[in-house]
């Protein structure tokens, strides 16, 4: 079991930095809403750190850098035939408000998915998008049953509250030179927020 | 080495379970079940879903102010069995209240009036209302101070304007009676 956990001030400016260029002349991007780059060429700038956070060696399993300006739906990032279980996200920039990555209690064991909650189904090419909310798949682990807590929603009021129905956890500052790990399989998405932000998601295998 | 650190003062600790580590400068902040908090009570008062919302407003208020006033954060996560932590860098000594009862605030920190102004021109900035903001939540060294405990942190309101006022008055003052002055044209 991975417990969430934060470090902040962790990844130096200068490796910021030579992540930030990396990303802004990379010139194209996988996807036009997400602006997606692998973090393939740089991960070595970062796995030694991580691994000395989590306090063991990791073997890196993918990632990628991503921007965007609208917040990230819930989602699962686990795949089981790559056994991914470790997930970073790496907080780069951000233009206006401090924006919040929110990571559930609540746990999906399959292959990745993202819920199109309140919205028509999504069309995503790795995290599969679904019809409704989390609390209508009774697979899921660790369900609360009751509404979400008036705190846990203050981060996220571009949803109905009836969509996050069962659904309780924590919010994370996306604050750049820091560094957050969870456990994949931990249902997670992005705060409301304005601006533009900039991160690093990575993946490690379980071993 | 951490050590658990309790105090007979009430308002240290009240929430959580405090360790600190002198030589690292760190103070780790637990919140569970079992915890044992100042005056050896337990946190039996609040339940560990409001102990939670405590913590993750301390992250949220003193990662969005970004200043040199305040204690920078080092690490903040959950423990198993709905507990959580955090821990907090610069950790570096006693309060302000007890320097101030030690006669030597104006000694160890000459210029203490125009710092508390510039933190409340940043509480200002982010429009928010620190309750506590009291000498016993703030700390320094080397004649730099620093504010921290965000649990009760807020946006401001009318209703709160009249506590932040009697922080300012009753509390504050203690530094220097002219600081009310100028610190009441921030809130």
Same mark, same amino acid.
């Given at each position: 079991?991975?417990?969430?956990?934060?470090?902040?001030?962790?990844? @130096?400016?200068?490796?910021?930095?030579?992540?930030?260029?990396?990303?802004?002349?990379?010139?194209?991007?996988?996807?036009? #809403? &997400?602006?997606?780059?692998? @973090?393939?060429?740089?991960?070595?700038?970062?796995?030694?750190?991580?691994?000395?956070?989590?306090?063991?060696?990791?073997?890196?399993?993918?990632?990628?850098?991503?921007?965007?300006?609208?917040?990230?739906?819930?989602?699962?990032?686990?795949?089981?035939?790559? !056994?991914?279980?470790?997930?970073?996200?790496?907080?780069? /920039?951000?233009?206006?408000?401090?924006?919040?990555?929110?990571?559930?209690?609540?746990?999906?064991? /399959?292959?990745?998915?993202?819920?199109? &909650?309140?919205?028509?189904? /999504? #069309?995503?090419?790795?995290?599969?998008?679904?019809?409704?909310?989390?609390?209508?798949?009774?697979?899921?682990?660790?369900?609360?049953?009751?509404?979400?807590?008036?705190?846990?929603? /203050?981060?996220?009021?571009?949803?109905?509250?009836?969509?996050?129905?069962?659904?309780?956890?924590?919010?994370?500052?996306?604050?750049?030179? @820091?560094?957050?790990?969870? !456990?994949?399989?931990?249902?997670?998405?992005?705060? @409301?927020?304005?601006?533009?932000?900039?991160?690093? #998601?990575?993946?490690?295998?379980?071993? | 080495?951490?050590?658990?650190?309790?105090?007979?003062?009430? *308002?240290?600790?009240?929430?959580?379970?405090?360790?600190?580590?002198?030589?690292?400068?760190?103070?780790?902040?637990?919140?569970?079940?079992?915890?044992?908090?100042?005056? *050896?009570?337990?946190?039996?008062?609040?339940?560990?879903?409001?102990?939670?919302?405590?913590?993750?407003?301390?992250?949220?208020?003193?990662?969005?102010?970004?200043?040199?006033?305040?204690?920078?954060?080092?690490?903040?996560?959950?423990?198993?069995?709905?507990?959580?932590?955090?821990?907090?860098?610069?950790?570096?000594?006693?309060?302000?209240?007890?320097?101030?009862?030690? *006669?030597?605030?104006?000694?160890?920190?000459?210029?203490?009036?125009?710092?508390?102004?510039?933190?409340?021109?940043?509480?200002?900035?982010?429009?928010?209302?620190?309750?506590?903001?009291?000498?016993?939540?703030?700390?320094?060294?080397? *004649?730099?101070?620093?504010?921290?405990?965000?649990?009760?942190?807020?946006?401001?309101?009318?209703?709160?304007?009249?506590?932040?006022?009697?922080?300012?008055?009753?509390?504050?003052?203690?530094?220097?009676?002219?600081?009310?002055?100028?610190?009441?044209?921030?809130?």
């Amino acid at each position: 079991m991975i417990h969430t956990t934060q470090k902040f001030n962790v990844i @130096s400016d200068e490796i910021l930095d030579t992540l930030i260029t990396h990303y802004d002349t990379a010139g194209s991007y996988d996807t036009a #809403s &997400m602006n997606k780059l692998s @973090s393939n060429l740089v991960e070595h700038l970062v796995t030694p750190i991580i691994a000395a956070i989590a306090d063991r060696e990791l073997t890196y399993a993918g990632g990628n850098f991503y921007k965007h300006a609208v917040p990230y739906l819930p989602h699962t990032d686990y795949q089981p035939r790559d !056994d991914n279980t470790l997930n970073v996200v790496i907080p780069m /920039q951000y233009t206006k408000s401090l924006p919040n990555l929110i990571v559930f209690d609540q746990m999906w064991e /399959q292959s990745p998915i993202t819920w199109s &909650m309140h919205h028509k189904v /999504q #069309s995503f090419t790795v995290n599969i998008g679904v019809k409704g909310c989390p609390y209508e798949y009774s697979s899921i682990k660790n369900l609360t049953g009751k509404e979400i807590d008036h705190t846990l929603f /203050q981060y996220l009021t571009h949803f109905p509250k009836q969509c996050l129905f069962g659904l309780s956890g924590s919010a994370y500052p996306f604050a750049p030179g @820091s560094v957050i790990l969870f !456990d994949n399989k931990k249902i997670h998405c992005t705060s @409301s927020f304005t601006g533009v932000k900039l991160g690093l #998601s990575l993946r490690y295998r379980n071993r | 080495m951490f050590e658990l650190y309790r105090t007979t003062l009430m *308002g240290i600790g009240s929430a959580a379970e405090v360790w600190i580590d002198k030589d690292a400068k760190l103070c780790k902040k637990y919140y569970r079940p079992d915890s044992i908090i100042a005056n *050896g009570n337990t946190t039996k008062y609040h339940s560990m879903e409001k102990l939670s919302k405590f913590f993750n407003n301390e992250v949220q208020w003193s990662t969005a102010l970004k200043s040199p006033h305040v204690l920078q954060l080092y690490e903040y996560g959950e423990l198993p069995e709905d507990a959580g932590y955090y821990i907090l860098q610069e950790y570096i000594g006693p309060d302000l209240l007890t320097v101030y009862l030690t *006669g030597q605030l104006h000694t160890l920190y000459p210029d203490i009036i125009e710092q508390v102004e510039h933190m409340f021109s940043i509480l200002q900035e982010h429009n928010i209302y620190k309750l506590n903001s009291t000498l016993c939540n703030m700390t320094g060294a080397n *004649g730099k101070i620093k504010m921290f405990d965000f649990k009760y942190t807020q946006c401001r309101t009318p209703k709160n304007h009249a506590k932040e006022k009697y922080s300012i008055t009753e509390w504050l003052t203690k530094i220097d009676p002219s600081i009310a002055d100028r610190l009441l044209k921030y809130i």
